[in-house]
């Protein structure tokens, strides 16, 4: 149980282009949907929060125009970076939450703008 | 606020050998503890978890880990390790009265076992 996956797993883009990344939750229903970013040797920082339906509620510093969050079922969410720049290269990690303590993750997203 | 701390960035052990891998943390409700192992390239992987009960938690992998109130700690054990234990090990905390999952993570510890 708890299979979550995220495609694609690696994708290279130009800068100024847009990136779609997709998270599905494949044997559960996910009321709350978390995306993270990762940097090397870093730990998970949070960017959003989402439940489906909802419009996306993002931490501060995370810049709710760059970083589309859809949440349309309760399977699937998708994190579209628009616009793509170099320093946006990172991990992304999303984790559906089903209802329960327990979060869990996809197997992440490595993103390189060039 | 909520917060945690792994003190350690890496962990050196030797294979058979048991292993410790330290988190604190510091919430101001009722504390959900978590331990999660990612490998490289690869999303998180839920270990065990801390909700109430038993301070002593099992966990996957023969991983364990023990939470101490009064030390504010949650410290990631196993007996015996092994060189596929390697990884990057993170500790996470959410408060359990908040009423959300939001999660806060420590820094990780990188465990190195060797043959």
């Known amino acids: 149980g708890a299979v979550v996956s995220q495609h694609p797993s690696w994708v290279i883009c130009k800068s100024g282009t847009s990136v779609k990344i997709e998270c599905r939750s494949l044997d559960f229903q996910a009321t709350t949907m978390f995306w993270y970013r990762q940097f090397p040797k870093q730990s998970l920082m949070l960017m959003a929060t989402s439940n489906e339906g909802s419009k996306a509620t993002y931490e501060q510093g995370v810049e709710k125009d760059k970083f589309l969050i859809n949440h349309a079922s309760l399977t699937l969410s998708t994190l579209t970076v628009t616009s793509a720049h170099p320093e946006d290269s990172s991990f992304y990690i999303c984790?559906?939450?089903?209802?329960?303590?327990?979060?869990?993750f996809g197997p992440g997203t490595r993103l390189l703008v060039l | 606020a909520q917060s945690v701390a792994q003190p350690e960035d890496q962990v050196n052990v030797a294979e058979g050998n048991p292993l410790t891998v330290k988190c604190t943390y510091s919430?101001?409700?009722?504390?959900?503890l978590f331990w999660y192992v990612q490998y490289p390239n690869r999303g998180l992987q839920f270990l065990l978890k801390?909700?109430?009960?038993?301070?002593l938690v099992k966990g996957s992998y023969g991983f364990e880990a023990e939470f101490n109130k009064s030390q504010t700690s949650f410290h990631l054990k196993k007996p015996s390790a092994l060189v596929s234990d390697s990884a990057l090990y993170f500790c996470?905390?959410?408060?359990?009265?908040?009423?959300?999952?939001?999660?806060?993570f420590g820094t990780g510890t990188r465990l190195k076992v060797l043959a």
């Open positions: 984790s559906p939450s089903p209802w329960g303590e327990t979060q869990y």
């Open positions: 919430v101001s409700g009722n504390p959900y």
């Open positions: 996470a905390v959410r408060d359990g009265n908040s009423g959300t999952y939001k999660y806060i």
């Open positions: 801390y909700i109430t009960g038993d301070n």
